[in-house]
């Protein structure tokens, strides 16, 4: 069974935040140096995950939808020190709609991710 590594493109602080957890860092200041770098590492088969942060990866996200992956990588979306965009939510929840065919999500806004992670309802009842 092969042995995998995790991987982080983000700014340098989000990267050195990773790495103290043992991810294997990338720092990266434009998308399209996020890109180029997520493309390598998904070809390399060296790497289970990979994160980007959503300041980059906000414009390339087409792109990065079309690079190929099989069981791995995963290529996961995460905010950076700028604060949640939802980008990594409203992935989560297209995944988990097309897995079930069902909205199980709901379709409630940008900050609902915040709500649905700590098992808050939102101020409406949803």
């Keep these: 069974m092969p042995s995998y590594k995790i991987a982080m493109i983000g ?4 990267v050195s935040g990773f790495a ?3 991810v294997v860092g990338f720092p990266a200041y434009q998308s399209t140096e996020a890109l180029a770098l997520l493309q390598e590492l998904a070809h390399s ?6 994160f980007v942060t959503e ?3 906000e414009s390339i996200l087409p792109d990065i ?3 190929p ?5 995963a290529i996961i979306v995460v905010p950076d020190q700028g604060g949640a965009r939802g980008i990594g939510f409203r992935k989560i929840q297209t995944a988990v709609e097309k897995a079930l065919g ?11 991710e915040s709500a649905f992670l700590s098992g808050r309802e939102s101020e409406d009842g949803r």
Excluded: N
């Design 45 to 50: 088969g060296e790497y289970a995950i990979i």
């Design 69 to 73: 992956t099989g069981a791995v990588p």
């Design 65 to 67: 939808a079309r690079i």
């Design 55 to 57: 300041g980059l990866a």
């Design 20 to 22: 103290a957890g043992g």
């Design 102 to 112: 069902i909205d199980l999500l709901g379709k409630q806004g940008p900050g609902a």
């Design 11 to 14: 700014d340098g602080s989000t």
